[in-house]
């Protein structure tokens, strides 16, 4: 079950991403509610169902159920701002930053879990997403909140193994 799965399924190839999976979430230096939330949300953003359902499934056994779902949360408010927000800065039209997003958020403000916690799930989803100004706003609230640069950092290496895995096992069975 869980991460023991997603290795067995990963090709010789894949045998970094393998190791990785243990040494960034099971290892993690973050709290085990920090690094099971952000493999989590970085499950649901990889949207590989493999990665997503033995990663749900072994996340139960280290989060209540409010941080479930904000870690699912995280993940679906992010798929939204990551698109939006990045778009606005793609375009390069300062006049597209002063008209007002017009979006329900109201999960960040009423998160379910410590407001840190759901910021650095926002970070890593952000990460896989690429949407450099959700990175940049995320990465300062964690730092003005009390994270440091390791904790952030240590989000970011889940949020990339986790991809890395769906990746690999979306080509695995697009090639099968």
């Known amino acids: 079950m869980g991460l023991d799965v997603i290795k067995a399924a990963l090709p010789e190839y894949a045998k970094d991403i393998k190791l990785n999976l243990s040494s960034t979430i099971a290892t993690s230096t973050l709290?085990?509610?920090?690094?099971?939330?952000?493999?989590?949300?970085?499950?649901?953003?990889?949207?590989?169902?493999?990665?997503?359902?033995?990663?749900?499934?072994?996340?139960?056994?280290?989060?209540?159920?409010?941080?479930?779902e904000a870690a699912k949360g995280a993940a679906a408010i992010m798929a939204m701002n990551n698109v939006y927000y990045r778009a606005k800065h793609l375009i390069g039209d300062d006049q597209y930053q002063s008209i007002p997003a017009r979006l329900r958020m109201q999960i960040i403000a009423k998160p379910g879990v410590d407001k840190a916690d759901f910021e650095l799930w926002c970070l890593a989803v952000s990460a896989i997403t690429g949407c450099g100004v959700c990175?940049?706003?995320?990465?300062?609230?964690?730092?003005?909140?009390?994270f440091s640069r390791e904790q952030v950092h240590e989000g970011l290496r889940i949020a990339a193994v986790v991809h890395a895995a769906a990746v690999t096992l979306d080509a695995q069975a697009a090639l099968a």
């Open 31 to 68: 709290k085990p509610e920090q690094a099971w939330g952000t493999a989590l949300a970085c499950a649901v953003a990889a949207r590989n169902p493999v990665v997503l359902r033995e990663i749900a499934a072994e996340a139960a056994s280290h989060l209540g159920p409010e941080a479930v």
């Open 135 to 146: 990175l940049e706003s995320h990465e300062k609230t964690l730092r003005n909140a009390g």
